[in-house]
T-cell receptor, first 109, second 114 residues
Framework: GQQLNQSPQSMFIQEGEDVSMNCTSS?????WLWYKQDPGEGPVLLIA?????ELTSNGRLTAQFGITRKDSFLNISASIPSDVGIYFC?????????FGQGTRLTINP | DTGVSQDPRHKITKRGQNVTFRCDPI?????LYWYRQTLGQGPEFLTY????????KSRLLSDRFSAERPKGSFSTLEIQRTEQGDSAMYLC????????????FGEGSWLTVV
């Protein structure tokens, strides 16, 4: 089945640093979504990407839909403590949303 | 709040018992999805409905699992004869028609089978 490889699996950074994570797939996706999940809660949508090459921002977050349609990245600038959590990429494939394994972000104040 | 709501948020049950979770999607959304998530993993697709029709079921959805959406609005997910391996968070999500449309998730229902 379709799988997404998300990296890194975890990140430990200082407050104020920029963060970058990415997602790759062997299959083409027509839509990429990025979610954030806090412990015990459901995923919350951060950014949706619908077109190859698209670059979209949401505040300090920026995400891009790769030209090949097989990858996407998410950047967070000037991290703050509330950015802590698990970030998931997800791609629409075979009539369902497929998720990556997540990137756990930890921020040292 | 008009987001996706799930009930109960937490359920502890003894092995062998049946449990049922309910999901109320965003009102204008005609697609409803169920996902399962275990610790340290991303959500895994279980099944989805368009209106009242169940259009796809994952191999993860064993015979002990059944989902319904009788009137095309709320949905229920029932697990019969629960096993310890069923312990997970069960997530419901909804979207409007058209694949690639944004999916919004509920807060999830945690199941612990003891």
């Amino acid at each position: 089945g379709q799988q997404l490889n998300q990296s890194p699996q975890s990140m430990f950074i200082q407050e104020g640093e920029d963060v970058s994570m990415n997602c790759t797939s062997s299959s083409i996706f027509n839509t990429w979504l990025w979610y954030k999940q806090d412990p015990g809660e459901g995923p919350v949508l951060l950014i949706a990407l619908y077109k190859a090459g698209e670059l979209t921002s949401n505040g300090r977050l920026t995400a891009q839909f790769g030209i090949t349609r097989k990858d996407s990245f998410l950047n967070i600038s000037a991290s703050i403590p509330s950015d802590v959590g698990i970030y998931f990429c997800a791609g629409w494939g075979a009539q369902k949303l497929v998720f990556g394994q997540g990137t756990r972000l930890t921020i040292n104040p | 709040d008009t987001g996706v709501s799930q009930d109960p948020r937490h359920k502890i049950t003894k092995r062998g018992q049946n449990v049922t979770f309910r999901c109320d999607p965003i009102s204008e959304h005609n697609r409803l999805y169920w996902y399962r998530q275990t610790l340290g993993q991303g959500p895994e697709f279980l099944t989805y409905f368009q209106n009242e029709a169940q259009l796809e079921k994952s191999r993860l959805l064993s015979d002990r699992f059944s989902a319904e959406r009788p009137k095309g609005s709320f949905s229920t997910l029932e697990i019969q004869r629960t096993e310890q391996g069923d312990s997970a968070m069960y997530l419901c999500a909804s979207s409007s028609t058209g694949f690639g449309n944004t999916i919004y998730f509920g807060e999830g229902s945690w199941l612990t089978v003891v």
